[in-house]
């Protein structure tokens, strides 16, 4: 499997890329970023020093900033937002103004899904299979196979692994698609 980059994309030759990744047009990969094998770099996004797992998509005009893991098959639809500066001034950069806070990190678990136009606040970790909703701005910790949706983001269901919604009776939850099945406890779900 070889690695496809557009002619127009520009990758740095210290960005490592796995096996079998496409990077699409105007993309631009810079140093120190990681990108997994099987990956999909849609045209106009950046990875910025980010490090991204294994079959992972970006849809276009996605920036991923140093600070950010995105693990195996997470989904980023188009013009999704990732945050790295909690109160940023143009005049006093973290890098130079450490006293007025740090950079954060984010994670984002394996297949969970970002939605088109949704913002990812930087210190957020958003949970495996869970689907963050278009348009929604997310800050804090998604639960797994949480639904999320609004601004600011609310939690308003649960999603199986396949993205169908589940709906729990009894604690317990069967997906109408792909037949998985899950138990609930709390705010907890795990597949049995």
């Avoid at 045209?43 to 998509?57: E, L, M, P, S």
């Avoid at 276009?60 to 940023?88: I, K, Q, Y």
């Avoid at 698609?177 to 597949?191: A, D, F, L, Q, T």
Wanted: hydrophobic share 40%; with cysteine; charged share 20%.
């Amino acid at each position: 499997m070889t690695i496809t980059i557009h002619k127009t994309a520009e990758v740095s030759i210290n960005a490592k890329i796995g096996k079998g990744t496409k990077i699409w047009q105007n993309a631009q990969i810079a140093d120190n970023s990681e990108i997994g094998e099987n990956c999909v770099i849609g045209h106009n996004c950046a990875v910025f020093g980010a490090k991204i797992g294994d079959g992972v998509k970006l849809e276009s005009n996605v920036d991923v900033w140093r600070g950010v893991l995105l693990e195996d098959f997470v989904f980023v639809g188009p013009s999704a937002v990732f945050t790295n500066d909690l109160n940023p001034r143009a005049k006093y950069p973290k890098k130079d103004f450490s006293q007025y806070g740090q950079w954060l990190s984010t994670l984002i678990k394996e297949g969970a899904t970002i939605g088109a136009n949704a913002t990812i606040v930087c210190g957020t970790v958003v949970g495996k299979w869970a689907f963050i909703a278009a348009g929604a701005v997310v800050k804090g910790e998604v639960p797994d196979y949480a639904l999320m949706a609004g601004v600011p983001a609310k939690q308003i269901g649960w999603m199986c692994e396949c993205a169908s919604k589940l709906v729990f009776k009894n604690g317990m939850a069967a997906c109408k698609i792909c037949g998985r099945k899950y138990i609930k406890s709390g705010n907890v779900i795990n597949e049995s």
